[in-house]
């Protein structure tokens, strides 16, 4: 039982004392985001704001930049089986990513992103995964 103790408060002692601190805390952000512009899809629109969102405004920004985002969403079918129905599907996401700062470009991107998947048995499951999908390559 004592040996247990001292190696618990060994363990505590080296995590503590080893200096670790959080990769993503608010301590480390030196910029804030002042005006987002978004065109194109609604839906990627809204969950890019969703994870933009923590860098807002925020008073503790050195830099403050605006965003101007254009979004793009495809879809497509791969292949067909033999009776002509769809086997697998392409998801193609497009993201334009303007970045201002005193309404001067700084930086312009384009990032894609495209993911093929098969075919779901139900409408609903392949709502879902597709949902995911673009959720994840956001």
């Known amino acids: 039982m004592k040996l247990k103790n001292k190696i618990l408060i060994f363990f505590f002692i080296f995590i503590f004392g080893c200096g670790y601190q959080p990769i993503f805390s608010d301590k480390n952000i030196n910029f ?3 005006q987002i ?3 194109g899809n ?7 704001l969703k994870n933009l969102e923590n860098y807002k405004n925020t008073s503790k ?6 965003l101007i985002i254009t979004t793009e969403y495809k879809k497509f079918i791969s292949s067909k089986d033999t009776k002509g129905n769809p086997k697998t599907f392409r998801i ?3 993201n334009e990513l ?5 309404n001067e470009l700084m930086i ?3 990032f894609k992103e495209t993911q093929n998947y098969d075919n779901k048995s139900g409408k609903f499951e392949l709502k ?11």
């Open 61 to 66: 920004g050195i830099k403050l930049y605006d």
């Open 42 to 48: 609604d839906k990627l629109n809204k969950d890019l």
């Open 128 to 138: 879902q995964y597709e949902e995911n999908t673009t959720k994840n390559l956001i």
């Open 37 to 39: 512009d978004v065109n």
């Open 108 to 110: 312009a991107r384009i």
């Open 98 to 102: 303007k970045v201002l700062n005193n």
């Open 32 to 34: 804030s985001i002042g």
């Open 92 to 94: 193609e996401i497009i």
